[in-house]
């Protein structure tokens, strides 16, 4: 059944859509393309509001010798054009990112499914909510105190502070106590005192890797992928083969990841990618997880993307069955 889809994707990926299996959405789109969908993309710059609705200049993508195009000419449309929205911009989650995502309040999104709904990703910050899930957190604390943060390393002895607001693990420091430039890295952090930073207890199993738990909707699914520390580094960093590896969920992550699925579902954030060390979630990513589609096929000689489109494709007929019948935009 053919969709009209629009994914608002990141400026990077936009500059470097073609050939570029490392990234979620390129898998997403070709998929949908192959699938009979027509599918456009912009960037965050490209959405806007005028007479009080919100629009886009997008540009309309294809599919030809198994890889994905975009036609450099963009055209304007309201949002509520189009049946799907994906909203998958990276981080920096800044004053551009929040003011995107304020757009979203003038589409209908009954008319409009929004994967993920961009005003409840503005409401929902990756570290910071991880303790609506206290008891699957590591200890924590949120603050811009420099005493606050002192006294919380001092207490744990080793712990891990992280911005609020970017990805990829940019930012982030593994501090210990007694270290010489604690005083320094918190003070330039936290700005001075004035900006909130999450500081997290360290865990040893760090050393290990994260896990990436997948989430759809309300689904948990059963592949995932380690992500181990990078070389001289004590975090995955480096986007390469040999920083990854296969491994399995535990009863308890699974049963802890579908809990937190069912209460991310419920606020329009439909897919997640949560991070994982010994049964506790460092972080849930809403803003663009990245499913690693290439290399779960290569670890599990699958393909991936097959299991993700039917989810989504799941999914997106629930949305628009309407008393028994499908509702489309025309």
């Known amino acids: 059944m053919s969709r009209n889809i629009l994914f608002v994707i990141d400026e990077t990926e936009l500059k470097y859509f073609e050939f570029n ?16 969908n027509k599918v456009s993309v912009c960037v965050k710059s490209d959405l806007f509001i005028e007479n009080s609705q919100g629009k886009v200049n997008s540009r309309e993508a294809f599919y030809k010798d198994n890889d994905i195009y975009y036609r450099k000419e963009q055209k304007k449309f309201l949002i509520n054009d189009y049946d799907v929205v994906f909203f998958r911009p990276d981080p920096p989650v800044d004053i551009n990112y929040i003011n995107a995502c304020y757009v979203f309040d003038f589409v209908d999104k009954e008319k ?11 409401n ?8 609506l899930f206290n008891e699957y957190a590591p200890e924590n604390i949120v603050t811009s105190s420099e005493e606050l943060i002192m006294n919380f390393i001092s207490e744990k002895e080793e712990a891990i502070l992280k911005p609020l607001n970017r990805c990829f693990g940019s930012g982030v420091y593994y501090m210990k106590k007694n270290d010489n430039n604690l005083l320094t890295i918190i003070n330039t952090m936290t700005e001075g005192g004035k900006t909130p930073v999450m500081v997290q207890k360290y865990l040893p199993e760090a050393k290990e890797g994260d896990k990436r738990v997948l989430i759809i909707g309300q689904t948990v699914l059963d592949e995932c992928i380690q992500k181990l520390p990078g070389d001289n580094n004590f975090k995955f960093s480096v986007h390469q083969d040999k920083f990854f590896k296969s491994c399995n969920l535990t009863l308890n992550e699974k049963i ?14 439909y897919l997640a990618g949560l991070d994982v060390i010994n049964e506790k979630v460092i972080e849930i990513n809403v803003t663009s997880p ?39 935009n025309k």
């Open 21 to 36: 299996d490392l990234v979620t959405d390129f898998w997403l789109i070709k998929e949908f393309l192959l699938r009979g």
């Open 112 to 122: 409009t499914f929004l994967i993920n709904n961009p005003c409840e990703v503005k």
């Open 124 to 131: 929902f910050n990756e570290k910071f909510h991880v303790n």
């Open 256 to 269: 802890m990841a579908q809990k937190i699925a069912c209460q991310l579902s419920e606020r329009g954030l």
């Open 290 to 328: 990245c499913y690693f589609i290439r290399e779960i096929n290569q670890h599990y000689n699958i393909k991936f993307e097959n299991k993700i489109m039917s989810c989504l494709e799941e999914m997106i007929n629930k949305h628009f069955l309407k008393d028994g019948v499908y509702a489309f």
